[in-house]
């Protein structure tokens, strides 16, 4: 397979073509960083905070490009894993205390990295469009990696999984710390890259083409269905091969 030029860093720029992930259904979950009401809602308590300083306007394609993007292609994977049977897990910023005081360090800072979300809250639940239902499975965490402070690598490694699917807010923190800290434990990782979004597209394509080959294989959606498509149409898994089906 040959790497998206778009993302192909200094590093591996004489690579030539690198394997083809295969996606095996029993042993590759999802998992959506952040999507949460606080961070993608336009009347959000966020939001509006934007808006009373002055700094919405430099927001609004942000949120354009979740709108009319991000959430779209997550829904698309959301169906294709819940047709199929595959985990599917979230990663969220949450606190258990009511005054924040498990937080990290970094999220009780100053400025945008200060994040305080009790666990009960509204604008801390996961958006309507991808709700998790039955067996889907959340993951507090109260830094930018979901696997650190949390059982999420202990609970990968009892179910059997050995890729994970990543996609989510933001590409270059939340949803960086979390494929660098699932590669350095040992999985395999595909990052959607039209199902992510960060503050910028300079900043999302820069960390795209930072952890490329190295720490993830970057994807679009479509592509990442199709492997699970090509999965199935080999004979290797006991569903039909088309998800419209």
């Given at each position: ?141 109260t830094t930018d990696s979901v696997t650190t402070g949390t059982n999420y690598l202990t609970i990968l490694r009892f179910m059997g999984i050995e890729r ?82």
């Amino acid at each position: 397979m040959k790497v998206n030029e778009k993302y192909l860093n200094f590093y591996y720029e004489t690579i030539g073509e690198v394997p083809e992930p295969v996606i095996d259904p029993k042993k590759t979950a999802l998992l959506i960083v952040d999507m949460q009401n606080q961070f993608v809602l336009r009347d959000s308590p966020e939001a509006e905070a934007f808006k009373a300083a002055g700094e919405w306007e430099r927001w609004i394609p942000f949120h354009d490009r979740l709108d009319e993007i991000v959430i779209p292609n997550n829904e698309k994977l959301l169906a294709a894993f819940r047709k199929y049977n595959m985990p599917v897990t979230y990663a969220r910023i949450a606190c258990e205390r009511e005054d924040g005081e498990d937080r990290s360090p970094v999220q009780k800072s100053d400025g945008w990295n200060g994040i305080f979300l009790p666990a009960k809250n509204p604008e801390t639940q996961i958006i309507d469009q991808l709700t998790p239902i039955k067996n889907e499975m959340v993951f507090d965490k109260t830094t930018d990696s979901v696997t650190t402070g949390t059982n999420y690598l202990t609970i990968l490694r009892f179910m059997g999984i050995e890729r994970v699917i990543v996609t989510g807010i933001v590409t270059d923190q939340c949803v960086a710390c979390s494929v660098r800290g699932l590669a350095d434990a040992g999985f395999k990782v595909i990052v959607c890259e039209d199902a992510c979004a960060a503050g910028n597209m300079e900043l999302h394509d820069a960390e795209l083409k930072i952890m490329s080959v190295i720490y993830c294989d970057v994807l679009s959606t479509d592509e990442t269905i199709a492997l699970i498509r090509w999965y199935d149409c080999n004979g290797c898994w006991r569903y039909g091969c088309s998800l419209d089906g």
